[in-house]
Structures are given as structure tokens and as C-alpha cells.
């Protein structure tokens, strides 16, 4: 077996949940989700790995954000606290950095909510919890670069390696490290070459990508770069030179 077809049954192996298993409980969740959002409601988004095509299973399922309308009374942060109080209710829940994530008859579901800015745009404002602060994003021009990237094989075998290795590594800063400087001038249809060469530039001693600045293409004050700690950092080095050691790719994935 080819190193290349070695890592697609890797691919395979961690396919996503299929959401068609969960028709009705889905259903179920978003009627609750409008009834909550009541007035203020706009749209209600799939967003996240789904939407990217970057899903896979052993991490949240399904992603979805509720779109209020700008006006919408209160702060951000008295929205995140009302969701999560309305979605205890019916769910095991817990609270996470701008969504909450339930679990919905074993489906992994993380939902947010966001104020629509005013005007014809997609982009948002969101409440940050671990800041306790805001920030403006844009899910759907995430979504349409991200999914046109053509790295999205590259993102899934990140993403796969960062769940084995019990790594903190945001989603979104793997998907635009991986498409702004790790694999920018590297060809495409070279999976295995393109994957090792992202472990070894996480590896690095010096000029390091991780500790590059990265921005959000949605948001220029929101540094995607900084939503890890330096320790954080150093635990994806410590893991990427032990896997760059190895001699065989079913000890690095597996």
C-alpha cells in the first residue's frame, strides 16, 4: 500500500456522522433554536467543518449558528448566557468558547448565536467568552474559502493528528495556517509529501509557523494566531518532532 492510500483509509476511517441519522432530532433542535431566538430571529446557519467539508468524527458533528437581528435587545453576553440556559433545558451541555456544545442523541452539536451587522452582509458580531469580550466574524466567507482551498484532505489529517495527540488547536487557525503559509506553494494531489511537510514545518526549531502572526481574513483585530498559548504551541512542536521521527505513517496516524 502506497503511503497516499494509506492515509485516504485514514480519511475514510474517520469519516463523519452521516446527519441524515438524525433527521428528527436535528429538526427538533433548530424549531427549539427559532422559538428561542423569537423576534430577533434571521436565519439559522449550518456553519463549521460540515459547511467546509473539513468534518470528521472524532470531533464535533455538526455546527450551527443562529443569525439574530442587530437590534436585538440585550448584550452579547446575556444572548450566550440566555442560549445556554435555554439549551439546559432539554440538553447535556457545556460551555464553550463562542458556542455551546450539547450532545443530541450521541450527535455532537455546537451551536452559537451571533448579531447580524446591519446592511446586506454575512458578517457578524459574536460573543467571545474567554475574553469576555466581542469580535466580528463571517462564517460564510470562512466557509467559501476554506471549502474552494483544495487542501481540505491536508486540514482533515491535521485535525485527526491533533485529536490522537490530545492537542489544544482551534479549527479555524489549522484551516488558514494550512492554506496561508504551510501549503500555499505546494501542489495539490500529493497527500502524503503535503501532510509530512506540515509536520515538519510544525516541527521546526526556528521560523516556526505557529509563530507567525495569522489574521482573520473576516476580522483584521482578530489574530487567529493568538487564540493559543505559547504552551499550547509548544506541546503541537513536541508532538510534530516526535511524529517526523518515525518510520512508519501508521504510527503517526492510525
Known amino acids: 500500500m502506497t503511503a497516499d492510500s494509506y492515509l485516504i483509509n485514514i480519511l475514510g476511517k474517520y469519516s463523519p456522522t452521516s446527519l441524515s441519522l438524525y433527521g428528527n432530532a436535528i429538526s427538533t433542535l433548530h ?12 436565519d439559522l446557519k449550518t456553519s463549521g467543518s460540515i459547511a467546509k467539508g473539513t468534518a470528521i468524527s472524532l470531533s464535533s458533528d455538526a455546527d450551527y449558528l443562529v443569525s439574530l ?15 445556554h440556559d435555554h439549551l439546559g433545558a432539554y440538553y447535556s451541555i457545556r460551555r464553550q468558547n463562542v458556542s455551546i456544545g450539547i450532545n ?28 469576555d469580550s466581542w469580535a466580528q466574524t463571517n462564517i460564510q466567507l470562512h466557509i467559501n474559502e476554506i471549502s474552494k482551498s483544495g487542501r481540505l484532505n491536508e486540514i482533515k489529517l491535521l485535525k485527526i493528528w ?17 492554506i496561508n503559509f504551510v501549503l500555499k506553494h505546494k ?5 502524503a509529501n503535503n501532510f509530512f511537510h506540515v ?22 483585530n482578530n489574530i487567529l494566531s493568538d487564540l493559543m498559548t ?4 509548544q506541546a ?9 521521527k518515525e518510520q512508519y505513517w501508521g504510527s503517526i496516524v492510525y
Open 162 to 178: 491533533r485529536e490522537l495527540n490530545h492537542l489544544e488547536f482551534p479549527s479555524i487557525y489549522i484551516e488558514y495556517l494550512l
Open 31 to 42: 424549531s427549539s433554536l427559532r422559538t428561542w431566538a423569537n423576534g430577533c430571529y434571521v
Open 230 to 233: 505559547i504552551k499550547e504551541k
Open 104 to 131: 443530541l442523541n450521541g450527535l455532537k452539536v455546537d451551536v452559537a448565536a451571533a448579531k447580524k451587522r446591519p446592511g446586506n452582509t454575512n458578517f457578524h458580531s459574536i460573543y467571545v467568552s474567554k475574553k
Open 187 to 191: 501542489a495539490k494531489n500529493d497527500l
Open 69 to 83: 437581528t442587530h437590534d436585538c435587545n440585550g448584550t452579547l453576553s446575556q444572548i450566550f448566557n440566555s442560549l
Open 236 to 244: 503541537i512542536v513536541s508532538a510534530a518532532r516526535k511524529s517526523v
Open 199 to 220: 509536520l515538519s514545518e510544525l516541527a521546526k526549531n526556528e521560523n516556526n509557523v505557529l509563530f507567525a502572526r495569522l489574521v482573520d481574513p473576516a476580522n483584521s
